[in-house]
């Protein structure tokens, strides 16, 4: 027996208030197996105990809901008997270790949470964060980390459609590694986690058990994470995983598989413990019967071993020989580990001895939930009171010449060409990429066997949210359904990664919640309901958070896959803004950029307003209105000209002069201001009366700005540069 | 005809393409589990993309003693055609069944893109269909695809007409950035001297769809047909 003193709770992460709560419900004092079980599912990753109260506020039906929050993955109908399955999840804190297999083993992690379901995983997608790349250790993060998304899901064969990148000083040191994963399954074969069946099997399939990630849950709660525990960041094998994925869509066909869960946080526990609660049954299980790495290791080692590339398997006993033929032919061990039980006890044996034994909902639904009182930091408040107008114009007082900030703002690492990273993903195996990172605002896979395709984007930009949590927690929902609607798709739902500093400060607390609430209010809006998610919490050292960054990954189906759009502009043909036709400069990349500032009220988001733009998009794209549509998001409307421009290697020359009247004849606002409900369009030749008729007919603006052709880029009455000179301060910025 | 394409562990290009025979070229075709042992059913052979055995060792160096690779040898010795692609063609160099090796990228990262390759010789059953000098443009994804081969092998290829495909600009001229992994002589797919072994490391098999990018892979495929009728005929 363990004397419980508060060093041995710091390692379990527990309080002393939660331990007292864990010996009244359990009427004994827990021995260290059972201890240490408690730490891993009351951890955040696991229990979700800061944030279930918030998460409550999250709209998680609709009719096309399949599958809602609660199991590995969420799942939604989208039409001929399909289903898609996706999910995003953290692995922040293993890749600000080590980078490299922190993000792999992130990537692995998501992808199996995707065939657990029986979806075939059909695309991959990353939303990273890190500091200036200017910082050596930063550069080292960001090449580690892209080489781990690479190096492991370009071995599994899915395509990566890319996601989205930003960096901010708030990152140095946290840096946010975000894996989503998208599968497709049929509708009725979508296997759960749901153990049942008493006597059924637990098979235990895939790599063996070594000590690696032990503790995986105290990881914010040390003071040197990397000296301590830069040993037990898990090592990631894609091929080993790659052979998991083919064996267990295969036994899925088979009749004899009850339950799957894949052991990912807090290994053998977590999985064993979520089958038996989910299926309101028991599971029993002898440690002496899993296969290890290494000699030596306890019954606690196993259970919190967080070794990769594992899957749980319920089976029948009948069903068992069938079910193991089929890993035996990928060449994986299996062990029958234990048994489905009733008694709703989990109880971990170790040969025959018992070691551990506890309900299985003490662990999982009585897992205590904080609720706790958010303040807005007064800081924040002021910044947010920051008038940008105050600042001289473009050309005056020390602020650069138009077109030099245009070259400062396309050599942005927030702004430029993300090609240096995708390129190292595969992105066209499958055969389904129909658009493809870079194309386009948003992926375009199709669904062989129908007409239809899956449109996917990662999306938030942290500054709104730092500004205006409420604010930025909406317009990540909105910016993640423009893009999708630039594609030519509608949002169908989305799941998202809660990024945030530690909870308990109420300064942080307050951006949590007020940026769940802004999501609820955008999601119910766009009737995208969120079907899956995570939360990754205490992303800070000492007393600076990173940005609060609720990571939004939206996917959106259209009927018609052959009907879609790139962002790249064709030569000689009309180009128009659809949308807002003011823009601010509050909380803008241009203002970060060019003055060094993260301040002012970020653009207001009119949720009617976007939802109007991002149709007339789409039935102009469906109407082969348009040829190309791009969303104007950092850097504003000369940006998102100018990507167009240089994505599609020509000129053009646009007369900006109505808007810089409404700008009052300011250059930065007219140029760089950010605005929701934005998107700027190419008609295709002939189409542009249609496309001005459809616009009017659903009250969105529709001014035209010009047409494209040519060697330079001229946004009248501002500034004219040539086209090279745009295309290289774009592609040239961002190194690996 | 019958296709079939061998699935290794770690393979993960024998989906497309056994989409690409299915789809693209509406002919039968089967997947061939690595420990087989007679590939008498077929008449071509695809080795596809992907980290058979995960790439552990060197990419295709495991692979090469796969139960399977024994009939390969067999059926290229009696002159059946076979097609290398990327993993596949990495493959067929492990085993000498393709002269040269496939070093890491110059860039030393992987490289997923769109490249050009112009057909330098129509007179393999994987390039008969198409004309001398005709400009393909295909999907390339791979880490490891700079081929190598010391001096005297390099010239005996290019002076038996070995070398098939070569990376070139859109309009079929070698231009400095045409190369995507600094391959010796810019060559991306070349065949053995008997000419019914082809490798290349871009993907015709991701080629065969407008909608995904590009059909110019069909005309790889397609070509044995024609061509391969006269091979199969002859061995």
Known sequence: MVEVTAEVLAEVALSSEEYRLIVEKLGRTPNAVELGMFGAMWSEHCGYKNSRPLLRLFPTSGPRVAQGPGENAGAVDIGDGLVAVFKIESHNHPSAVEPYEGAATGVGGIVRDIFTMGARPIAILDSLRFGPLTEARNRYLFGGVVGGIGGYGNCLGIPNLGGDIFFDPAYSGNPLVNAMCVGVAQRDELMRAKASGVGNLVLLVGADTGRDGIHGATFASVDDPEKSHRGVVQVGNPFLEKLLLEACLEVLQTEHVVAMQDLGAAGLTSSAVECASRGDVGIEIDVALVSRRESGMSAYDVMLSESQERMLVVVTQEGLDEVRTVFDRWSLHSDVIGRVTDDGLVRVLDNGDVAAEIPATLLTDECPTYTREGIESTRTIELRQFDPLTLPDLGSGGTPAASDALLMLLSSPNISSRLPVTRTYDSTIMTNTVVGPVQGDAGVVRIKGTKRGLAMKTDCNPRYCFLDPYLGGMHAVAEAARNLACVGAEIVAITNCLNFGNPERPEIYYQLKRAVEGMAAACRSFEAPVVSGNVSLFNQSGSEAVLPTPVVGAVGVLDDVSLHTGSAFRDRRMVYLLGSLDATLGGSEYLARVHGRTAGAPPALDLELEWSVQEATRRAIRQRLICAAHDCSEGGLAVALAESCISGGVGGRFDLSALFERATGRQDQTLFGEASARIVVQAEAGRERELEGLCSELGVSCLKLGSTSGESFVLSPILDVSLSAIESAWTQALEL | ?235
């Open chain 2, 1 to 235: 005809m019958r296709f079939g394409v061998i699935t290794f562990p770690g393979s993960n290009g024998d989906h497309d393409a056994l989409k690409a025979i299915e789809l693209g070229l509406k002919q039968p075709v089967e997947a061939v589990w690595y420990r087989e042992t007679s590939l008498a059913n077929f008449d071509c052979i695809l080795i596809p993309g992907g980290f058979s055995y995960g790439d552990y060792l060197r990419a295709g160096a495991i692979a090469r003693f796969a139960p399977i690779m024994d009939a390969v040898a067999e059926f290229a010795k009696q002159g059946g055609p076979i097609l290398g692609m990327c993993n596949g063609f990495q493959v067929l160099t492990e085993a000498g069944l393709l002269p040269g090796a496939l070093l890491p990228n110059g860039s030393l990262q992987f490289r997923s893109q769109w490249v050009h390759v112009q057909v330098e010789r129509s007179d393999t059953p994987w390039t008969a269909g198409i004309d001398d000098g005709t400009v393909l443009k295909l999907p390339i994804a791979h880490g490891g695809g700079r081929y190598f081969a010391d001096p005297e092998t390099l010239a005996r290829l290019e002076a038996n007409g070995q070398v098939v495909f070569r990376y070139t600009d859109a309009s079929g001229n070698r231009a400095p950035g045409a190369n995507p992994n600094g391959s010796l002589n810019d060559i991306a797919g070349i065949c053995n001297e008997q000419r019914n072994i082809v490798g290349l490391m871009p993907h015709p098999e991701r080629a065969f769809d407008a909608i995904i990018g590009g059909d110019d892979g069909i005309k790889v495929l397609s070509s044995v047909l024609e061509a391969g009728i006269a091979a199969v005929a002859g061995r």
